[in-house]
Nanobody, 122 residues
Framework: VQLVESGGGSVQAGDSLRLSCVATGLSYSWPYMGWFRQPPGKEREGIACLNSDGRTAYADSVKGRFTISKDNAKNTLYLQMNSLKPEDTAAYYC?????????????????WGQGTQVTVSS
């Protein structure tokens, strides 16, 4: 499995960004996928997860501002980020594993992308 993120960049507070993650090499079509972020000098944080049944989970820090979605035909996971804040500045990673779990815990994910940087200035 390979995961490739894109869509990061430098924006102003209040702006929006959409991150994408293309998954290739999937063995079968029952993965759950998530987005994580790691601010400089801090631990990795799970922020959104989506499973094959459509169930989602969000961290409180992004609930109401970020939306996770996927396009099965394109094997692509998205993270729509609205009302961005400086504290959203981080490297953002997508992750995947198989099963019907919904989790924000990084230990539940076996496959990871290389990350894309999001920088939000005030």
């Amino acid at each position: 499995v390979q995961l490739v993120e894109s869509g990061g960049g430098s924006v102003q507070a209040g702006d929006s960004l959409r991150l994408s993650c293309v998954a290739t090499g999937l063995s079968y079509s029952w993965p759950y996928m998530g987005w994580f972020r790691q601010p400089p000098g801090k631990e990795r944080e799970g922020i959104a997860c989506l499973n094959s049944d459509g169930r989602t989970a969000y961290a409180d820090s992004v609930k109401g501002r970020f939306t996770i979605s996927k396009d099965n035909a394109k094997n692509t996971l998205y993270l729509q980020m609205n009302s961005l804040k400086p504290e959203d500045t981080a490297a953002y990673y997508c992750a995947l594993d198989y099963g019907d779990r919904v989790s924000l815990d990084y230990v539940h994910f076996s496959y990871w992308g290389q990350g894309t940087q999001v920088t939000v200035s005030s």
